[in-house]
């Protein structure tokens, strides 16, 4: 491995939480989903769903919305079992929590959101952040591992597909999550197409073209394509190495990244936590794909 993957592993492995050790161990193929899975269980509920700060802007016990996506985006990258108990729970928790007026999913509660969090889930309003967050990539969901039973799954398809027809350009997080639907093997032929026509429009005017612009809170090419195997990975070709040269120079003397964002609550104790549990998860993450990317 690269020094600068050498550097991030020695760091997640020392300082990170376990469940991104876990998962950093399984992209180095010296680990297993297993492992992970037990470790991701820590942050589960009764009800299906994930809180316990899994997320670490939302520091609740409580499930959501945002924190059992998140729980999911990590079975998918360790690649679990569609049948895997976990997931059939997630997967029935997802689907108590959807608005039946906007078919969405509502990313946190009110009882979430009175409990510590970042300032934006404190004043999160659902209608402001978009059509398809999480719309579409809770779709990904029912795609890969099913659900979405009693017209759901359809009349959710048939809104994504709506908003992508239109012109209003995707914002850093819709994208996202168009990014994650487009991934996911078994959609059909019209989403597919009409994923990659929306992303083949809206990605090059986000995507950072000098390292510069890969400074603050953006949208990075190895967030959209992890592997160079992916489908998306010749979407960002060109961005790739503009953002490895920016991970080497940036690259703390730890061996972590630096997160990003932050609440403006710089004597929080609360912010202090999460800030050090998204620089584990955001040096696990961008470690394991400098390495799968060979660098």
């Known amino acids: 491995m690269a020094a600068a993957v050498d550097r991030a592993v020695a760091y997640v492995f020392r300082h990170g939480r376990p ?6 161990a399984f992209h180095l193929g010296q680990g297993t ?3 992970v899975m037990h470790l991701l269980g820590a942050y589960r509920n009764l009800d299906g769903g994930f809180g316990h ?3 670490p802007d939302v520091r609740s016990p409580a499930s959501s919305v945002l924190a059992t996506t ?3 985006q990590r079975m998918v990258r360790v690649r679990v079992d569609p049948k895997h108990p976990m997931v059939r729970t997630a997967m029935g928790f997802l689907a108590g929590q ?3 007026e906007t078919t969405n999913w509502p990313l946190v509660t009110a009882e979430v959101r009175e409990s510590a969090c970042a300032p934006w889930w404190r004043g999160y309003n659902a209608s402001e952040w978009g059509e398809l967050n999480p719309r579409a990539e809770v779709l990904s969901y029912f795609v890969r591992f099913g659900g979405g039973g009693g017209g759901v799954f359809d009349e959710a398809r048939r809104l994504v597909l709506s908003r992508l027809a239109k012109e209003t350009a995707l914002d850093m997080h819709e994208l996202q999550c168009v990014a994650r639907l487009l991934r996911t093997p078994g959609i059909d032929g019209t989403v597919e ?3 990659r026509e929306a992303l083949e429009r809206d990605l090059p005017k986000v995507l950072p073209r000098s390292a510069e612009q890969c400074a603050g809170y953006v949208l990075k090419p190895l967030t959209v394509a992890r592997r160079p195997n992916s489908v998306l990975a010749g979407l960002v070709e060109s961005s790739v190495e503009v953002q490895h040269g920016y991970e080497v120079a940036t690259q703390r003397r730890d061996g972590a990244w630096d997160v990003p964002w932050n609440w403006n609550e710089p004597d929080s104790q609360e912010w202090r936590a999460a ?10 993450l961008t470690a394991s794909s400098l390495h799968a990317y060979g660098r």
């Open 19 to 24: 469940v991104d050790a876990a998962e950093l």
């Open 98 to 100: 959807m608005d039946p």
């Open 275 to 284: 800030e050090r549990e998204w620089r584990s998860h955001l040096t696990m």
């Open 33 to 35: 989903a297993d492992v």
């Open 193 to 195: 197409r009409t994923c």
């Open 70 to 72: 998140v729980a999911l």
């Open 53 to 55: 700060g899994l997320e």
